[in-house]
């Protein structure tokens, strides 16, 4: 049913509403607009209309797109989900496959800042390579940037730093405190604070003493 335009008003944000008989209709962005040349008492078709549509829709899906990637890295997948919550899913994926090929977008890279980022949180391998699953990495890229980024060792000592923790937590439960815990020869001990104050100096930073002592709310001195 052909539609008659009655008015096109421009919009704060610089996009032209159109309405039509019945009112609005929708709004298009600025180079849509002086590019299809629709002007008041223009009558165009169904057709015509979603055609409009859909070209301004790929416009602010792109917008919408760049804006994203200003704020943080994402995964194509990822930015794929969120686009869809605005958009449907063909004018979505124009959208990211736009950004592919300005080489806004990319897995790899993608992945590696990711799994970086996470490890300096303390997260395990496993748990890392659930998230990057979760955001849809494929398999390889998540396998090639946990192996960049963690090496073969990490899962060794990400089981000796759990078994640490745990033994610390068993420690607090039955309210034994003043002892320190650490992996000796794949073995936890503990040892007496008083047993061994003077004898450690200038503690780094990232100790892991220090982290489970914070975690604990107990002050080392």
Not at 5 to 21: A, D, H, M
Not at 22 to 50: I, K, M, P, Q, R
Not at 196 to 207: D, L, M, Q, S, Y
Request: hydrophobic share 35%.
């Amino acid at each position: 049913m052909p539609t008659t335009i009655t008015r096109i008003q421009k919009t704060r944000l610089g996009r032209f509403s159109l309405y039509g008989e019945e009112g609005f209709l929708f709004s298009l962005d600025s180079e849509t607009y002086f590019s299809c040349g629709v002007e008041e008492g223009d009558t165009l078709t169904d057709n015509d209309l979603a055609a409009l549509r859909e070209k301004s829709d790929a416009r602010k899906a792109k917008d919408k797109a760049l804006q994203y990637l200003s704020l943080r890295l994402y995964g194509e997948r990822e930015l794929y989900d969120k686009l869809c919550l605005k958009f449907d899913g063909p004018t979505s994926a124009a959208a990211v496959a736009e950004m592919v090929r300005l080489e806004l977008l990319d897995d790899a890279r993608f992945a590696a800042q990711k799994a970086a980022w996470l490890k300096t949180r303390h997260k395990s391998r496993r748990e890392t390579q659930r998230q990057l699953a979760e955001k849809g990495v494929d398999r390889n890229l998540i396998d090639e940037a946990l192996d960049e980024v963690y090496g073969d060792g990490d899962e060794r000592e990400e089981i000796d730093r759990l078994i640490r923790r745990s033994y610390a937590a068993k420690l607090v439960e039955i309210e034994r405190y003043g002892v320190t815990v650490a992996m000796v020869n794949r073995r936890v001990t503990e040892n007496r604070l008083a047993d061994i104050a003077g004898k450690t100096r200038n503690v780094p930073e990232n100790c892991e003493l220090l982290s489970v002592a914070r975690r604990m709310g107990v002050c080392l001195g």
